[in-house]
């Protein structure tokens, strides 16, 4: 059974930097791209950074130049490293994996979630 086991997060101040991981666990055959996805209550959850096991990224604008997204295949984990962290930066982070599993289903999974805080 494949799970996200994500780790950081946590209260930050305003200019601060915090890291997340994520590492996938379990049997699954190809890893395609991994990310973080973030909300807030009442709100939709909006993509923040994702990348491809080729090392391509993606980014949502308000993250562009204070956030980093790397990944390491060999440990299928997934890092993001946030800087200059802001007030709205404040959600919940979801990672996901974009996975071909062992009965050759290609899905989404998702991490349980991690907070993050920014407030001074």
């Known amino acids: 059974q494949v799970q996200l086991v994500e780790s950081g997060g946590g209260l930050a101040q305003p200019g601060d930097s915090l890291g997340l991981s994520c590492r996938a666990t379990?049997?699954?055959?190809?890893?395609?791209?991994m990310g973080w996805y973030r909300q807030n209550p009442g709100k939709q959850r909006e993509l923040v950074a994702v990348?491809?096991?080729?090392?391509?990224?993606n980014y949502t604008d308000s993250v562009k130049g204070r956030f980093t997204i790397s990944r390491d295949n060999a440990k299928n984990t997934v890092y993001l490293q946030m800087n200059s962290l802001q007030p709205e930066d404040t959600a919940a982070y979801y990672c996901?994996?974009?996975?071909?599993?062992?009965?050759?289903?290609?899905?989404?999974?998702w991490g349980q979630g991690t907070q993050v805080t920014v407030s001074s």
């Open positions: 990348i491809t096991s080729g090392g391509s990224t």
């Open positions: 996901y994996a974009d996975l071909r599993d062992s009965n050759w289903n290609r899905r989404d999974y």
């Open positions: 379990g049997r699954f055959f190809i890893n395609y791209s």
